[in-house]
């Protein structure tokens, strides 16, 4: 890599050197470029940093996630590689770094600097932390633009490891930034530091960008994709017990215990200043998936499968959480036939489905206790069943639903000493069966499968 020593000045002058590498290269290379606040001795995409860590289950989940926001036609056409590319631009990690083919772009990125504002805490039936950002300039020291050359454009693009994501419909920033994605996962070729051949310095006092914010980033009015992902619940954030407050309402039949929301993709707002709301409407457009504070707080519940089987000590705090939204849960009633059941890989023989339910600011009777939940345990081929369930004091009841074999992809309702099925024995094995076909259906598409936000250990969402 060459370092130009003499800063440029202009957009006069980057242009001009940017279009006489242009004349050395023939028509098969293409020059791309990163436009950095600081200088790097070494690029890495987000998902090839240490400690980063993903299942199977979020991977399917962050391309059904795309696959939803696309169009029908469209949809069946973006691969996988793809899909990954559009959310690695719009903010989530992946093996894929963001360049552009327009050196004013990069530019701009080298001379404004991105500032987290204080987060807004929205107050509404359900608090929400509302996460924006802002770009400001930067008047002092030297921007930075690094600068690939890539000679085997279109053996890359063939294998999906340099990704054109400039005309895909529905995303209006990736048009606007000349976005390309370059693969980077080392030890995998190809190597991006190894298309690495200058980096430029842009003396930030004397260079004026012509482009803003605003046009590199539009609003959601304007970038139907990122809207889509600004539209997804919030999702409920667990308090210490000494910053919770309980609220009774008038009728005195039900507790909503306090808590705050956080969107449940981590996507930021990007606004002007303090007081643009970046074209977003939260009293209307808002969602929160709302569980009472006992499966919150799941991991502090005191239950033991003892209780019903003294050969099984397992216990609910070891369980991985899955909050299943409304929509999800529906979908799944539908289409688990059509599957075939499997444990979802997450690490764990034991799993508590939670049905959560919508809270709206603009609808102020929403919520119907009781909150059910199933708590899911395998032992080898066996799968118990317990239901969990919360009424209207706040009070947790479980009942043992019922011991299954899961064998051929299917489950074989059995028979013990301490269960006792109903004469509709169907419902309680579609229940169990629905859980058992997650794995399917977000393999298969289109559930969205995702971790907290917050990383919270053992916490996934089913949008």
């Not at 609003?219 to 000494?242: A, H, N, R, S």
Request: aromatic share 12%.
């Amino acid at each position: 890599m060459i370092e130009i020593s003499e800063a440029i000045e202009n957009e006069d002058q980057l242009v001009d050197w940017f279009n006489k590498l242009k004349s050395t290269l023939d028509n098969e290379s293409v020059i791309l470029l990163r436009g950095q606040v600081n200088h790097h001795n070494q690029i890495r995409s987000g998902k090839s940093r240490p400690d980063i860590k993903i299942n199977k289950e979020i991977e399917h989940g962050w391309n059904n996630l795309v696959g939803r926001i696309l169009s029908s036609n469209e949809q069946p056409f973006i691969s996988s590689e793809k899909r990954q590319a559009i959310l690695q631009h719009y903010g989530l990690a992946t093996h894929y770094l963001d360049v552009t083919t327009n050196p004013l772009v990069a530019a701009w990125f080298a001379v404004n600097k991105l500032t987290k504002l204080e987060p807004i805490l929205w107050v509404g039936l359900e608090f929400r932390n509302l996460n924006r950002v802002t770009y400001n300039p930067i008047n002092e020291g030297f921007g930075y633009i690094h600068v690939f050359v890539i000679s085997n454009r279109e053996e890359l693009e063939k294998k999906n490891k340099l990704i054109d994501i400039r005309k895909i419909e529905k995303f209006e920033r990736p048009k606007r930034q000349d976005a390309f994605l370059l693969f980077d996962r080392p030890p995998l070729l190809p190597d991006i530091n190894t298309f690495w051949k200058y980096t430029l310095k842009l003396e930030r006092k004397k260079f004026r960008t012509s482009l803003s914010m605003r046009q590199l980033f539009p609003t959601p009015i304007e970038d139907k994709g990122y809207k889509f992902l600004l539209d997804v619940p919030f999702v409920q954030v667990p308090l210490p017990d000494k910053q919770s407050k309980s609220r009774e309402s008038k009728g005195k039949r039900k507790i909503l215990d306090f808590s705050f929301g956080v969107r449940s993709i981590n996507v930021v707002e990007y606004v002007d200043d303090e007081k643009d709301d970046g074209g977003i409407n939260h009293k209307w457009n808002d969602f929160t998936l709302f569980e009472p504070k006992a499966f919150r707080e799941w991991q502090l519940l005191n239950l033991n499968l003892k209780k019903y089987f003294y050969e099984l000590d397992s216990k609910f705090s070891n369980t991985v959480k899955i909050t299943l939204s409304p929509s999800s849960k529906s979908f799944c009633e539908k289409n688990y036939r059509d599957v075939g059941l499997a444990w979802p890989d997450v690490n764990s023989n034991d799993i508590f489905l939670s049905f959560s339910q919508f809270q709206h600011d603009k609808v102020m009777d929403f919520l119907r206790p009781p909150f059910r939940g199933l708590w899911i345990h395998k032992e080898n081929d066996l799968i118990i069943a317990v239901r969990v369930s919360i009424g209207w004091k706040g009070r947790i009841n479980t009942k043992l639903y019922g011991i299954f074999i899961l064998k051929d992809n299917f489950l074989e309702p059995q028979e013990t000493n301490e269960t006792n099925y109903p004469k509709n024995i169907n419902i309680v094995t579609k229940e169990v069966s629905i859980a058992l076909a997650l794995h399917n259906l977000v393999k298969n598409g289109p559930l969205i499968f995702i971790p907290h936000p917050f990383a919270i250990p053992k916490w996934y969402y089913l949008l």
